[in-house]
């Protein structure tokens, strides 16, 4: 089907099932422009958890659609790729928690959002890139924290507390095709540029950077900032979501190779068949459900 029937097909099919579509900011432009609501992983699950619509199309990964699915148990949370996953949460399994913790007692276990719904349900309190540090520090002092998945978004964040951090090893590697040497490549090319990287990113990458910020960091600071033009380095769908809302500023990507495949995987056609059949549904199991809601609310109620 060529592209503007799609458009209108899905158009169609929205208000025909009266649902709504959310797209994660690393989303491909087609997807992008047919959302309702574009956003992070916090702004889009906070949505989710507000909107009327009884029906949700979540373009984005698993964790996303999990997330919204246990803060929105009456709704249906459909993500038209059941395949987009995150292979950075695949780096954290519950099991491996409970047993870290047992090495830990006492600890308090501070999980990113890009986790399963197991992790979360073993967790305390869970936080995204937006509040990873706020998270940390309602943590009472003298408290260990266990810190997972990501070993980067963890290294970044205890550079900045004085709360001791066990961290998981996870990482993204999509973040980690990005390079200290590329950026500074650019900054000749592109003097006066702001580099705004995320908290994923290499140490390395993050030391060379102007300012390190989750996706919906990086739009509140552009909107501040007097610059014109902005080093990009996250995955690389960021870009048009900047140049979008920026029509005005020049966003470059660090990296044309930090694509992020999970992300790529929604389509327009998939998101029409969604509708069609409202399916895949992600469901989670309600006890386990019930424990990570208790996290993620309190992430909430923290930040
Ligand atoms: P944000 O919460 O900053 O949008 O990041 C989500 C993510 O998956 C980064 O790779
Ligand atoms: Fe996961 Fe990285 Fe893709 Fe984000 S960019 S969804 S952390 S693999």
Known sequence: MPRQELVHTIARLKAD?????????????????????????????????????KTIIFCGVHFMAETAAILSPDKKVILPDPKAGCPMADMMCAEDLVSVKKLHPGAVVVTYVNSTAEVKAETDICCTSANALAVV??????KKVIFGPDRYLG???????TREMILWQGYCPTHQKIYPDEIDELRKVHAGAVVMVHPEVNPGVAAVADVVLGTGGMLAYV?????????????AGMVYRLQKRFPDRTFIPAS????????????????????????PVITVEPRVADRARTAIRRMIETT
């Open 17 to 53: 099932r009266g649902a709504i579509i959310l797209a994660h900011n690393y989303q491909p432009p087609e997807i992008q422009d047919v959302a309702d609501r574009l956003g992070d992983s916090l702004d889009l699950s906070r949505f989710a958890a507000t909107a009327t619509e």
């Open 137 to 142: 520090n309602s943590v009472p002092e003298g």
């Open 155 to 161: 290294a970044w964040v205890a550079g900045q507390t």
């Open 223 to 235: 909107e501040k900032s007097p610059a014109r033009t902005f080093i990009v380095g996250t995955e």
């Open 256 to 279: 044309e190779r930090a694509l992020c495949p999970n992300m790529k995987k929604i389509s327009l056609e998939k998101i029409a068949k969604s509708l069609e059949t409202l399916a």
